[in-house]
């Protein structure tokens, strides 16, 4: 089992950074890969960003450029750097873990609110 623990949420003003960092506990050495996925309100949940083991990154279109995700295995870590954060970056963002042999992100953590002001 794998237990995901999201920190580093907060309101900011557009134009500025956030990082949002999680932290995985438990078999960790199954995970082959973690996302950031985020919820806004009324709308679907949606992959921010994907990082695997081999270091192959994947970004939603809206956020290439701005946002980048990277991983510290050595503290089972995931963070997601946010730049020149938009009043449409808001919302409840969710770590997520992959583990082998699974195709889908099975492990989610308790989410972390980020809200960007205009």
């Known amino acids: 089992q794998v237990q995901l623990v999201e920190s580093g949420g907060g309101l900011v003003q557009a134009g500025r950074s956030l990082r949002v960092s999680c932290v995985a506990s438990?078999?960790?050495?199954?995970?082959?890969?973690m996302a950031w996925y985020r919820q806004a309100t009324g709308k679907q949940r949606e992959l921010v960003a994907s990082?695997?083991?081999?270091?192959?990154?994947n970004y939603l279109d809206s956020v290439k450029g701005r946002f980048s995700i990277s991983r510290n295995r050595a503290k089972n870590s995931v963070y997601l750097e946010m730049n020149s954060l938009k009043p449409e970056d808001t919302g409840v963002y969710y770590c997520?873990?992959?583990?082998?042999?699974?195709?889908?992100?099975?492990?989610w953590g308790q989410g972390t609110q980020v809200t960007v002001s205009s």
């Open positions: 997520a873990a992959r583990v082998w042999e699974e195709s889908e992100y099975s492990y």
């Open positions: 990082i695997t083991n081999g270091g192959n990154t």
């Open positions: 438990g078999t960790t050495f199954l995970i082959n890969a």
